[in-house]
């Protein structure tokens, strides 16, 4: 994947989450099973914590490390496009997720459901419905 600017790391988009959770190591196994990402890069501070990891999901990275010293846990939200919202919303839960609500059809054109991981982070998963937008 190549990047036409200069000053953004090849690969990357101009923004990147970067999550810092407590249990980075659960969060990266929740990301492939739910996600089916892959992981780029680890790196890991002296006592084996995650000191920086890198996930690819689809066509975006997102950068994730284990919360500790002056870097707290911070929970955020993440808008994530799948092929199919039902499917991966049950493997959200299998993999030890909360529901925050069902998949729906939503008028905005999604087929949207929500989760919340282990950590803490609120998962907005969701599949464009391209019919449904053109009939608004």
Do not use: K
Not at 14 to 34: C, E, H, K, N, W
Not at 48 to 75: H, T, W
Not at 97 to 124: C, F, I, K, T
């Amino acid at each position: 994947m190549s990047n036409n600017a200069a000053h953004v790391r090849t690969g990357f988009r101009t923004v990147t989450p970067y999550l810092i959770v407590q249990g980075a190591p659960g969060l990266i196994d929740f990301m492939r099973q739910v996600f089916d990402a892959t992981e780029i890069r680890r790196d890991l501070h002296s006592d084996g914590s995650i000191m920086n990891a890198e996930m690819r999901i689809g066509d975006s990275i997102v950068e994730l490390a284990e919360a500790g010293g002056d870097g707290p846990a911070m929970p955020c939200g993440l808008h994530v496009y799948v092929p199919d919202t039902d499917a991966t919303y049950q493997r959200a839960l299998q993999a030890g997720a909360s529901s925050l609500y069902a998949p729906a059809d939503m008028p905005y054109g999604e087929r949207s459901a929500g989760v919340r991981d282990a950590s803490g982070n609120s998962w907005y998963i969701a599949t464009f419905q391209e019919q449904a937008a053109e009939q608004d």
